[in-house]
């Protein structure tokens, strides 16, 4: 009984989680790749490049990063695979947007239970930066 | 053009296919994890670890369920405790502040490793930062905050 509703709640759960989850990364993915292979996606690239380097990350990889802090996970995995990111990368990015994402919705979560949502937020945009330069040495420093 | 749009059709499907096959079967464990005896084994181990940043006992709840499964269903549980008057205002802020930094970390991480990176990374930076800066906001608030 017990292992048959635990079973039962357990798919439920997850299809529902995984419902959610490509509702956002099949559009996501779709847009990343298509605009990846624009002149567009360059131009932008090339022009965020700087403030990408420092975290080991491509300019293109920034709209991953914003997609992150904006919608989800989910919109930064699918704005990110499409770019062949390196392991590091990866782990870069997962970090950075772990600490930071969904803001908006988050941050007015947390806000009803007491806390200021620009608190929150501002901390998390600032805390996920300086963890993913300070990931990114690290790397740097262990693996050249 | 075609071509193009069929790769990122079929990219996206694939990845799609992926994470379910990593999602359903982590969300049947974490019930049955929820329904078995060692859930509140577990509760009070957590509970060693989260008192000597600030927390009570009744915040580890709330907390346990936001560092497994995100911050919404974590609220959740921890909206209805604080309504009930269970959790100080320390409590509130110091799961904030830790629940910003870190949380749903299963799901999180292993959504990351599923297309390739490194999940022990991921996981100790957050729970490092987390810990960190929770003691920080303890040490600071500590005695501006009432502590009924």
């Known amino acids: 009984m017990s292992i048959q509703n635990n079973l039962k709640n357990g798919i439920k759960n997850g299809l529902s989680v995984s419902l959610k989850l490509i509702k956002v990364i099949i559009p996501f993915y779709i847009a990343t790749d298509i605009l990846s292979h624009t002149q567009a996606a360059n131009i932008i690239g090339k022009a965020l490049a700087p403030l990408m380097e420092p975290l080991g990350l491509t300019g293109k990889m920034a709209v991953a990063i914003i ?23 990866i782990t870069i990015v997962g970090l950075m947007t772990g600490i930071a994402h969904n803001l908006i919705i988050e ?38 | 053009m075609v071509d193009i749009v ?70 959740g549980i921890l909206l209805a405790q604080s309504d009930k008057g269970k959790l100080t205002k320390i409590d509130i802020l110091l799961s904030a502040v830790y629940l910003s930094m870190c949380h749903a970390v299963i799901e999180d991480t292993l959504v990351f490793v599923v297309i390739g990176g490194n999940g022990f990374y991921i996981i100790i930076t957050r729970l490092i930062i987390a810990t960190a800066l929770t003691y920080m906001f303890y040490l600071y608030f500590k005695d501006k905050l009432n502590k009924a």
Do not use: C
């Open chain 1, 67 to 89: 997609s992150g802090y904006l919608v989800n996970l989910y919109a930064a995995i699918a704005a990110l695979v499409p770019l062949h990111p390196t392991w590091q990368q």
């Open chain 1, 107 to 144: 941050g007015a979560v947390l806000h009803k239970t007491g806390t200021n949502a620009a608190f929150t937020i501002t901390l998390r945009i600032i805390v996920s930066i300086v963890a993913g330069l300070g990931l990114n040495a690290f790397f740097r420093f262990v693996y050249g």
């Open chain 2, 6 to 75: 069929s790769h990122a059709v079929i990219g996206s499907l694939k990845l799609s296919v992926k994470l379910i096959l990593i999602i359903v079967p982590l969300m049947i464990a974490y019930e049955f994890l929820e329904n078995s005896r060692v859930f509140n084994r577990i509760l009070d181990a957590l509970y060693i670890l989260l008192k000597p940043l600030g927390f009570s006992k009744q915040a580890s709840i709330s907390m346990l369920t936001g560092i497994f499964l995100g911050i919404t269903y974590g609220s």
